[in-house]
């Protein structure tokens, strides 16, 4: 065991090595018209996706990379995988602030205005929005809060603070953001801070509303403010026509650039070292709790859906074993076999998707609770078949033997086939808890912050990706390593009992 | 040997799908009395035990236990069995239960005693069939013929009226057939209802008050060992016996 150990971290280290080094291949951008023919990075669903895709397809060749976040597409300008980063000006000067080998183009890219998004059928809110907006623009509160964030000299010295008599008499306004783009939005101890949050929080409470945030992906916020999953999302958004088609937009708040991040022909030397690397990635501002955080959430919904997932996997098995045996039960069984196919049919990520944003389109169910449904269900697919598997290898002549002696069909499974089989079982069984702890890190598409998404929101403040992605695997790999030696130690438990 | 019927068996038949195994049975079971029945394999015999308990369902025919026609619809069959005792060729041991837990969980289950009269009940029956000290080993720690003598405590267990044996020796090895025929032997000496399929002719020989020899879908022959075993009349029983003698 230990040997095993210290042989995989040699190969993560190795990894890591490899994983640090930077190739130098490509083209160097320069000026804009280099974009011709390079390989541009974005984040998907921004308006620098929507300019590069101009580009994308063109003779010279031009390759478009879409990545979920600006730290990955960072990275990866670093590495050399990609030639320039097309993204809006603020989030590159805060992602290129530690990189001494990348910089920013002077010449900017393309002007823009962002605005807030609100549902098509809800004109009352983004009347109401709008009237706030006016009010803030007009008194200087927007400009206050944007000099709170950009600008050398005024940076922090003036937060905007909620006036003390206001009243929250007006409800929750949930807002939809995507908390990986500062100075717009971002993680500042654990909340997420930046221009659009202090904005929003004016906003609510010019309208008397108490701000609630949801941190979810980018592309998801239009559909989350659509399906009423939020009042409003605020992201650094701009307004175009193809989102008008689904959403409405407020007034413009800001005006904004978009901007080339490039390689720094000019750079010298490496970023900053290892062990600072380390501590700017875990210990400062105590970044280490999203990891931690996010380990609880999953271990809790892993946990939770293992055992609904054993109750409704119980139900169906002994449904379907009571069809193939008896031929009884024929409509529940055809229902079973339903959910069956449609579970195992279809991606674990698309049933999460459709669950929270369909399912529970109009209903407010914590985070959480969504996501344990979904991998109950999930899970119970698979535990079902595992069960029947189980039952159905138990010898015929047990079930004989039993109802021989005068017992029920039903008094002979529980006290006769189940214990046999749950036992031949339970190897399968643990296997499949491994798994679904590890398909929970499919959570933060719903906005849920698992330990998965507890490491990208590190990544998303410090653009590094390497650090965050390796601490996530090496927690992962040690609850598996511990599962798996637990449910070893049960069978042999189980084994010594019948000898 | 009195001459109350016990199971009283009216032109049984049985298929599986287009393929008829029994056909046209008909047979009474005296209480007390030990049946053999012999045969070649396929000859229905197995079906034939089975169908005693509605393990197997009938297509046709009625069979009485008590005056009482047990494959009619309606009937209470778990409470039929509980009366019908049946072992096995494989034991069918239950593995995840100790010797002495396999003998009382019917009982108990089935309320017809509590926890502690079935375990008392279970040790006198141990001690009969000489396992007393394997009370609360698993199954598989025995050889198969203990295995054997716990199956058939088992179904002493429930205090049977009669009890039906399916080629119990068969999957035994042959030092072992030994002590799970000399158990059956007391029990027939002690005056239990027994039906046998068996191909220890030796034991139908010695034990059977009468023997049934089945072949083409039903009885062939029946008469006493003696009349079975010394005077054969038909040619496939002398070919039969020519072959397992």
């Not at chain 1, 904005?199 to 989350?224: P, Q």
């Not at chain 1, 899970?379 to 189980?390: D, H, L, P, Q, T």
């Not at chain 2, 010695?206 to 010394?230: C, M, N, S, Y």
């Amino acid at each position: 065991m230990k040997k095993k150990l210290s042989l995989l971290l040699l190969a993560l280290t190795t990894a890591l090595m490899v994983g640090c080094g930077s190739k130098d291949t490509g083209k160097l951008v320069q000026t804009m018209d280099d974009l011709e023919g390079a390989r541009i990075g974005v984040q998907l669903g921004t308006i620098g996706d929507i300019y590069a895709s101009d580009y994308e397809g063109d003779e010279a060749g031009t390759v478009i990379e879409r990545y979920n976040k600006i730290a990955d597409a960072v990275q990866a300008l670093k590495q050399g995988k990609i030639d320039a980063v097309i993204v809006d000006e603020q989030p590159a000067i805060a992602s290129t602030e530690n990189e001494a080998t990348l910089t920013i183009l002077d010449e900017p890219f393309a002007l823009e205005e962002y605005a807030i998004c609100i549902a098509k059928d809800n004109d009352e809110l983004l009347t109401k929005v709008n009237e706030a907006l006016a009010e803030l623009k007009e008194d200087g509160t927007v400009d206050q809060i944007i000099n709170n964030y950009i600008g050398d000299s005024t940076k922090g010295t003036c937060p905007y603070v909620s006036p003390e008599d206001v009243s929250y008499d007006n409800g929750t306004l949930v807002v939809a953001t995507n908390v990986a783009f500062p100075p717009y939005e971002y993680y500042d101890k654990g909340e997420p801070v930046g221009i659009d949050m202090e904005l929003i929080t004016a906003i609510g409470d010019k309208l008397g509303m108490k701000v609630k945030v949801e941190d979810i992906e980018f592309d998801s916020i239009i559909n989350a403010v659509d399906s009423h999953k939020a009042d409003v999302g605020i992201a650094g958004m701009t307004m175009t026509e193809e989102r008008l088609k689904s959403i409405n937009f407020s007034d413009s708040y800001v005006t904004s650039k978009q901007v080339i991040i490039a390689a720094d022909p000019k750079a010298t030397g490496e970023g900053i070292g290892f062990i600072d690397n380390l501590k700017r990635n875990f210990i400062d501002d105590d970044r280490w709790t999203f990891l931690t955080k996010g380990l609880v959430n999953t271990l809790i919904i892993a946990l939770c859906a293992v055992l609904a997932g054993m109750v409704i996997g119980f139900m169906v098995a002994i449904v379907r074993v009571t069809y193939d045996k008896t031929g009884g039960l024929s409509v529940l069984n055809a229902i079973c076999k339903l959910y069956l196919t449609i579970i195992r049919g279809t991606p674990m990520m698309i049933q999460l998707l459709i669950i929270y944003y369909v399912v529970f389109k109009s209903v407010n169910v914590p985070k959480l609770l969504v996501a344990i449904i979904a991998f109950s269900i999930n899970s119970g697919a698979y535990v079902a078949e595992i069960m029947r598997g189980g039952i159905m290898s138990i010898d015929n002549g047990q079930m004989e033997a039993g109802r021989s002696l005068g017992l029920t069909y039903k008094q002979t499974m529980i006290s006769i086939i189940l214990p046999q089989a749950i036992k031949n079982v339970l190897p399968s069984l643990g296997n499949e808890f491994i798994s679904l702890i590890k398909e929970t890190s499919i959570c933060g598409y719903i906005g849920l912050m698992d330990l998965t998404r507890g490491g990208d929101i590190i990544r998303s403040i410090t653009y590094e990706a390497f650090l965050p992605l390796i601490a996530v695997a090496i927690i992962y790999l040690f609850i598996v390593q511990l599962l798996t030696l637990g449910v070893g130690q049960l069978e042999k438990n189980l084994r010594k009992n019948e000898q | 040997m009195g001459n109350e019927v016990l199971i009283k068996v009216e032109n049984l038949s049985k298929s599986f799908g287009n393929n008829q195994v029994l056909n046209n049975v008909n047979l009474q079971i005296e209480k007390g009395e030990v049946i053999a029945i012999i045969g070649p394999s396929g000859c229905g015999k197995s079906t034939f035990i089975r169908t005693l308990n509605q393990l197997e369902e009938v297509t046709g025919g009625a069979i009485y236990l008590d005056g009482e026609d047990i494959t009619k619809k309606g009937v209470d069959i778990n409470n039929v069995r509980s009366r019908v005792g049946m072992v096995f060729q494989h034991f069918n041991l239950f593995p995840h239960l100790t010797i002495k837990k396999n003998l009382t969980l019917a009982p108990v289950k089935l309320g017809l005693m509590s926890q502690s009269e079935a375990d008392q009940k279970a040790e006198e029956l141990l001690k009969r069939v000489g396992l007393s000290e394997k009370a609360d080993a698993y199954p598989d720690s025995l050889s198969g013929g203990q295995k054997q003598r716990i199956a058939i405590a088992r179904s002493l267990a429930m205090n049977p009226e009669v009890m039906l044996f399916d080629e119990p020796t068969s999957a035994l090895d042959p030092e072992m057939v030994g002590e799970v025929l000399s158990l059956m032997k007391e029990l027939a000496d002690d005056g239990m209802t027994m039906v046998v399929v068996t191909h220890e002719m030796g034991f139908a020989k010695e034990v059977a008050d009468r023997v049934l020899f089945f072949d083409e879908k039903g009885i062939k022959e029946e008469g006493t060992p003696a009349e079975i075993f010394e005077f054969p009349q038909c040619q496939r029983l002398k070919d039969f016996l020519s072959k397992v003698l």
